[in-house]
Nanobody, 124 residues
Framework: QVQLVESGGGLVQAGGSLRLSCAGSGFALEYYAMGWFRQAPGKEREGVLCISSDGRNTVKLESAKGRFTGSRDNAKNTVYLQMNNLKPEDTAVYYC?????????????????WGQGTQVTVSS
């Protein structure tokens, strides 16, 4: 059974950094692309970035470019989202999700097996 568990969220001041983790179980993460998404209160969920099986990043969220980086540690079956220079508008619940192919989908659709999310709050 596929399971994804996010961690690492919290309260941080604007300009600070956080690293989120997403630990997978029930599957071999090394073969699959993994996506990071977020959902702010009252807004729809949006794609942040995707990490292909070879570690390449596809950044979906324009405001994340240059600030957010995805990485993976296949030995730990875990992916990460490093977020730097955080802004209050980054406040959201962040989710990871599995895409059942090695490459990232162009449309950021087709992800399944979502985690429960981790709250990130950025104070001004």
């Amino acid at each position: 059974q596929v399971q994804l568990v996010e961690s690492g969220g919290g309260l941080v001041q604007a300009g600070g950094s956080l690293r989120l983790s997403c630990a997978g179980s029930g599957f071999a993460l090394e073969y699959y692309a993994m996506g990071w998404f977020r959902q702010a209160p009252g807004k729809e969920r949006e794609g942040v970035l995707c990490i292909s099986s070879d570690g390449r990043n596809t950044v979906k969220l324009e405001s994340a470019k240059g600030r957010f980086t995805g990485s993976r540690d296949n030995a730990k079956n875990t992916v990460y989202l490093q977020m730097n220079n955080l802004k209050p508008e980054d406040t959201a619940v962040y989710y990871c999700a599995l895409y059942r192919a090695g490459g990232c989908p162009e449309t950021f659709a087709g992800f399944d097996s979502w985690g429960q999310g981790t709250q990130v709050t950025v104070s001004s």
